[in-house]
């Protein structure tokens, strides 16, 4: 039973960070209805051009603000060069116009600051807190508390942001009807801009977390694929579906692996797992778990 | 002057539904074919013009890797470009291909080649039908998320379960040799005559049933389901048949993809990159065209070639050596921006700028 459960609190602090990189789609999905694949390259990108200056002797505090000067660059020529000319088409052309992106990202970020993995020190150790340990037996990583902290902190930023800010008020307003947005003198663009500027922060943190866990590497780019079931899950317009989906999704991948592989012959399952969970529970109920309910037939 | 139609009535049945109702695109599909035929295998055996033509490359390393991804991209475009149906698991389904051909030439000894690449076919249509069944619930984004279940699920099952691959390191399988009729294809020149043949059949065949009732079904049900299902079409039939004809075509692509052009493959050859850039071609050639699926297919395997070729002219031009990350980067950024570049400037494809430059063709030279 305690196994269970150090493996099911492992799952969830692993969750976390899933609901991280989802909290990004979640973002964009609800200000322009755009399935951004390219979340996944941002993250990469803001989290090597962090080490980078790190590395180029630029002190913590700097790397991070020169790091988000670069997603708010990214943010601007993004809303210009993309969206901008692609108003008004379907959403699928802009979810493949944010594909061309992703590979558009992944080139830049490799070509400006090379490929090889780089490790980022964040000052948090990955190792046990001796207290839980002792106490109860199980052994629970610092820095996925820490992590997890640094979660619940941003949800909380960005509840507040989305709630009682004028700014967060519009981006709701934009989201719910483009035409009515725009005809109480609301700039779309400018929302635009806004929700790819916090999408590129919540890429920082997430690629700041990650790259602290595993390395600033090319695989972070695979996490895009890692969000989609809890997206899946969660429901695209929700932020607290995004956290609850990234727990579902990170506590079940890892029950799986320990008590399900050895039916299906050996480990490896995580890989699948997740979607087809989503897959599952997308037959119950299409919109998530937190969606809008809409109601049109398939 | 050239392309002009007028004149050209057509008093049967059978000419009004003939594939190509205008003569001068029939004259171009048949001299294209011949083409294809007669004129690039003749030439490659003429003396003295293989000193100026590299065809052995030409034939193994472009021709037949761009008919075998016509062929996979056409049937993605069958599944999204006409039906509708968002996949990102194309590369999952030639996997399928690749591996129902392989087991089955390894375990029913005597079965025929093509037999067996059909079989492969029919394999992956089921494997598509079982993945497709989502898509009865859900639509768009959800459903890609379906069929990316599908791509890391098969890959995932092919390392994993040593049968599929008859117990080899890692998965890797070594295809048996391209023997029909006994008659071996051994040489670029003969695979790409018999890739060239399939894949000529099945893209009349394609383009003979996308203007059939189901592909009419098919196209209703892209543009709007509920209006399809109100005029009688069966929602259910109509999609899973999708799903089924397009990795049918997927199969056979990944057939041809394992024994005509790389002879040995493993699971992770078809991972979802290989997905993505067939997803590409139909993006680049056009969404619901059968050209389309060529053009893109072209594009998508010559711009790295071509890429390439231009890095190393630089180079040589120079006489500088470009860092070996520099290339393969801009390979990328130039990809992505060229996908976003089609998107804004013809959503439609390469194929629309063909049918652009066909109605100004038929008015040239006199544009009144």
Redesign the interface.
Known sequence: MQFFFEVLIGGLLAGVMYSLVALGFVLIYKASGV?NFAQGAMVFFAALTMVGFTELGAPFWLAVALSLVAMVILAFLTER??LR??VN?P???L???T??????????A??SW??QVRALDLGIADEPIEWISLNTGMSISKFDLVASGIAAVLVAVLAVFFNKTRVGRALRAVADDHQAALAVGISLQRIWVTVWIVAGFVALVTGMLWGARNGVQFALTFLA?KA??V??LGG?ESVAGAIVGGLIVGASEKLAEVYLAKYV??G??E??FP??L??LF??VR?EGLFGEKHI??? | MLYREAGQFRTTYAEDQQLFPIRQDRIVAILFLLFAFLVVPIASVMPGLDRMIDFQYWYSGVLIPFLIFALAALGLNILTGYAGQ?SLGTAAFMAVGAFAAYNLELRLPGIPMLASFILAGVIAALVGIVFGL?????????L???T??AQ??VV?AL???GWFSNYSTSGVITSQKLVIFGYAFDTPMKRYLLVLAIVALMALAAKNMVRSSIGRAWMAVRDM??AA?VVGIP?MKTKLLAFAISSFYCGVAGALYAFAYLGTVEPEGFN?DLS?RV??MI?IGGMGSILGSFLGAAFIVLLPIFLDLSAGSIERGFGLALPS??VS????????????FF??VE?LGLARIWQIAKEKLRLWPFPH
């Open positions: 399935f060069v993309v000319p692609l088409q959403q699928i052309t979810f493949m116009a594909i061309g992106l992703t590979f558009f990202i992944e080139g830049v490799q070509l090379g490929a694929l989609l079931p997206l899946i695209f012959g050996g490896g399952i890989s699948w979607y087809v989503a897959l997308l037959l299409p049109d037939r398939v | 968002l989502p898509s009865l619930r859900i639509k768009g984004f959800y890609a998320v379906a990316l279940a890391f699920f995932w390392q994993k379960f389901d509920v299902a929602i979802l993505f997803l590409f993006i990350g520099l980067n801009l390979t990328l950024i130039i990809f992505g921006a060229l996908i976003v998107l804004v959503p």
